[in-house]
Nanobody
Framework: QVQLVESGGGLVHAGDSLELSCAAS????????IAWFRQAPGKERRGLSC????????YYSDYVKGRFTVSSGNGKNTVYLKMNSLKEEDTAVYYC?????????????????WGKGTLVTVSS
């Protein structure tokens, strides 16, 4: 059974760092692109970043570039999202998703599998 499980969310203060994990089962992440999305309260879900392990490439949306870093878990079938200098506007439910490639990683329709999300709350 294919499954993606996010973890690592929680309540932090502005300026703090947090690392989210996305663990996969039922498929090998090495052959998929893994994207991170988030959905803030009252807003649409939007793509943040993507990693393609088979190509060794990473992609970032402009609003997280320089603060967020996506990486893979060296054989642990896990992808991480390290978030630095968190802001109140980063408060959202964060999701990971799997796709064939990072092309159109910001498009929900391009994703084949989804996790259920983990909540990140950033307080002032």
């Amino acid at each position: 059974q294919v499954q993606l499980v996010e973890s690592g969310g929680g309540l932090v203060h502005a300026g703090d760092s947090l690392e989210l994990s996305c663990a996969a089962s039922g498929f090998n992440m090495d052959y998929y692109a893994i994207a991170w999305f988030r959905q803030a309260p009252g807003k649409e879900r939007r793509g943040l970043s993507c990693i393609n392990n088979s190509e060794g490439t990473t992609y970032y949306s402009d609003y997280v570039k320089g603060r967020f870093t996506v990486s893979s878990g060296n054989g642990k079938n896990t992808v991480y999202l390290k978030m630095n200098s968190l802001k109140e506007e980063d408060t959202a439910v964060y999701y990971c998703a799997a796709a064939e490639s990072c092309t159109n990683y910001g498009s929900e329709g391009a994703m084949a599998y989804w996790g259920k999300g983990t909540l990140v709350t950033v307080s002032s």
